[in-house]
């Protein structure tokens, strides 16, 4: 029976208060091995998403005054992570406190736990919401979040895809309370969003077709045994993907396999037919002589681990004894640092059992 471990950055000395639950720490579940292993993640390489008309929209809206800072988001089952950011004339206006809060400090593409977002918490339905000071919020976890970040007055509206799940938020944000009866900001919002979110769902939707021209390309350096994209190949396929999900925020999953001892080639054969079938439509590739890579573009964190456990259970009722890896790539880090953070929970942990901790 397969059992988990989680490893993650986060120190030994987590209090679990506002600074240690803020940002959200890369983790990698380890199944079917013997021993706990905690590992400190790669230092995390933030880069800034070009969400195509993104700039155009926060320039518009910044030039009308009022907030300190513009941003559009991406939301996923785990995180918050602003796309796209600009900050105001007023931020840097004399006397302005805005450089002084944590928002202020903020830096786009840096992942922020879902729960301490004001957008997952006010942008409940496709409305605009506008809230001229969060300090006289009745909800007592909502003060608590804008005071952490250094808030007082926020503009929001959800960013929705054509069957109403939501993609990320179009937000304003302000160091000092608003005084929301200076503009029809409901009708802005609602204007920009509209623009945004049919953007943003075209180009999230047409990112199946180039996922399976990367794949065939990948196969230009393949495994002659697997047919499978090897080491080389893999790398490729991570390339492409970092290049295709960072304009939109797309969150990525990746999975590692470590097959253990496999004699024959018809037994690699077998596994990877295995594994193949387990997957789907995910990608494959063979990584090492006895490792095989899953990159999961698209999905999300509770995909990402129902097909690493399919694998890992499919493979382990064929006879392997196998150790799978998965993690998902934290805000728009590269995904090499993603794909180091897995393998080596991997080697650790098979080098643990080989040891017998």
Known sequence: MAWQVEASNRGAGSTGGWDDDLVSAPAVQVLDTRSAVSLPGPAAVWSRG???????AL??????????????TRLTE???????????????????????????????????????????HLLVGPQPITVPDLAASPVPDLRR?????????????ALLAPDGSPLGSLAGFSAQP?????????????????????????DIAGLADQRAESFQRSLTSHDDVTRLPDRRGWAMLLATEERLATPVGDPVGLALVDLGVVRTVRSLRK??????????????????????????GGHQTSQVARTANLVQARLEGAGFRTATAHTMRAGLEPLSTTWARAENALVVARRDQALGR
């Open 178 to 202: 608003l005084d929301t009866a200076e503009r029809n900001w409901s009708d802005l919002l609602a204007v920009q969003a509209t623009a945004l979110q049919a953007s943003l769902s075209a």
């Open 271 to 296: 596994a990877i037919g295995v594994a193949r079938e387990a997957v789907g439509a995910v990608q494959l590739a063979r990584t090492g002589p006895r490792q095989l890579g899953i990159l999961a």
């Open 78 to 120: 785990d995180t918050w992570t602003g796309l796209a950011l600009q900050q105001t004339s007023r931020a840097v206006a004399p006397g302005s406190t805005w450089s002084g809060t944590r928002a202020g400090q903020y830096s786009a593409g840096t992942p922020v736990a879902r729960d301490r977002s004001l957008c997952h």
């Open 50 to 56: 070009t969400l195509p008309g993104a700039d155009a």
């Open 59 to 72: 320039a518009l809206l910044g030039s009308l005054g009022g907030v300190d800072a513009w941003t559009v």
């Open 145 to 157: 979040i804008a005071d952490g970040w250094g808030l007082r007055g926020y503009l929001g509206i």
